[in-house]
């Protein structure tokens, strides 16, 4: 059952454009929204989380937009980078559950020089 | 300490033989979670453990899987009478609070042939 679901599957950006990533959850107990970057036989790492009582949150190029009436979140990467090239996950998690993140299928992003 | 270590990073085994990967998170952490990533997905739940108890576990952790945290440090998963469905990445991750966000370690690719 996917509770959170990701698009675009695959993402090409020139360097300098803006890079966004959509995701949509379904279970209205989530209210801790992280972003994970991934690069090839790496761990995935934290990038940027939002709890929905703020609905953006920016650090340095990377903000995350939360629509919580929606069911929605995003995030912007700003004058994007060959080296943001990677793939990203958007998660989500009940805080007061302590555990499990459910994690998007995941973007490939690739920046062109 | 830098980061959560796995051991080992690759393993190649036969169908039908068991597998045990180590994972030893960073020394404060007192969470402890397995994922299995398979190629062009998100990360999945497994298990958790809060120290040394295993406070939950997902459908996708059969009865031939098994997990472990002595002492609350390291962990241990287990796989018996490997399948070739069992080829994954397995990560595991550890934090000190969830919204902290997880510290992923570099993850144990699994092939059965």
């Known amino acids: 059952q996917q509770q959170v679901k990701q698009s675009p599957q695959s993402l090409i950006v020139q360097k300098g454009g803006i890079s966004i990533i959509n995701c949509a959850y379904e279970?209205?107990?989530?209210?801790?929204f992280p972003w994970y970057q991934q690069f090839p036989g790496k761990g995935p790492a934290l990038l940027i989380a939002?709890?929905?009582?703020?609905s953006e949150k920016k650090e340095g190029r990377f903000t995350i937009s939360f629509n919580k009436s929606a069911k929605q979140f995003s995030l912007h990467i700003m004058d994007s980078q060959p080296g943001d090239s990677a793939t990203y996950f958007c998660a989500a998690s009940p805080l007061t559950s302590g555990s499990r993140l459910t994690f998007g299928e995941g973007t490939q992003l690739t920046v062109n020089p | 300490d830098t980061g959560v270590s796995q051991d080992p990073r690759h393993k190649i085994t036969k169908r039908g033989q068991n597998v045990t990967f180590r994972c030893d998170p960073i020394s404060e952490h007192n969470r402890l979670y397995w994922y299995r990533q398979t190629l062009g997905q998100g990360p999945e739940f497994l298990t958790y453990?809060?120290?040394?108890?295993?406070?939950?576990k997902s459908r996708l952790l059969s009865d031939r899987f098994s997990a472990e945290r002595p002492k609350g440090s390291f962990s241990t998963l287990e796989i018996q009478r490997t399948e070739q469905g069992d080829s994954a990445m397995y990560l595991c991750?550890?934090?000190?609070?969830?919204?902290?966000?997880?510290?992923f370690g570099s993850g144990t690719r699994l092939t059965v042939v």
């Open positions: 939002i709890r929905p009582d703020v």
């Open positions: 453990f809060q120290n040394e108890a295993q406070l939950e």
């Open positions: 279970n209205t107990a989530f209210d801790y």
């Open positions: 991750a550890s934090s000190l609070w969830l919204d902290d966000g997880y510290t």
